[in-house]
């Protein structure tokens, strides 16, 4: 029923801004925190930047600076602002979202499809 959806991905040149959204729909929630992870070719998926239901972020040191989180409550999104980009950040972009379905006894994490940043040198 939950359904999370990233948008904004593209390529661009080092240097250059992209802004990710992450959207979740499908019910009325009650809380939610979302979490962005990217996973380039041949790597393991790593944790990137997220924001939990109380609005704290948390950042990793190599996009610490570059990347800022803003949430929208009203929509149930977060966007991810992505600046001086490098090459490095090349990546396919998943958001994690672990919300609560209003009358729901459980938190659940939901995956969405990903999209891809491609920085060019």
């Known amino acids: 029923q939950v359904q999370v959806v990233e948008s904004g991905g593209g390529s661009v040149q080092g240097g250059g801004s992209l802004r990710l959204s992450c959207a979740a729909s499908g019910c009325d929630f009650d809380g939610y925190g979302m979490w962005w992870y990217r996973q380039a070719p041949g790597k393991e998926r790593e944790f990137v930047i997220g924001i939990n239901n109380a609005g704290m972020t948390n950042v990793e040191e190599p996009v610490e600076g570059r990347f800022t989180l803003s949430k929208d409550n009203a929509k149930t999104m977060v966007y991810l602002q992505m600046n001086s980009l490098r090459p490095e950040d090349t990546a396919t972009y998943y958001c994690?979202?672990?919300?609560?379905?209003?009358?729901?006894?459980?938190?659940?994490?939901?995956w969405g499809q990903g999209t891809q940043v491609t920085v060019s040198s």
């Open positions: 994690l979202t672990n919300a609560r379905c209003r009358g729901a006894s459980l938190w659940q994490a939901y």
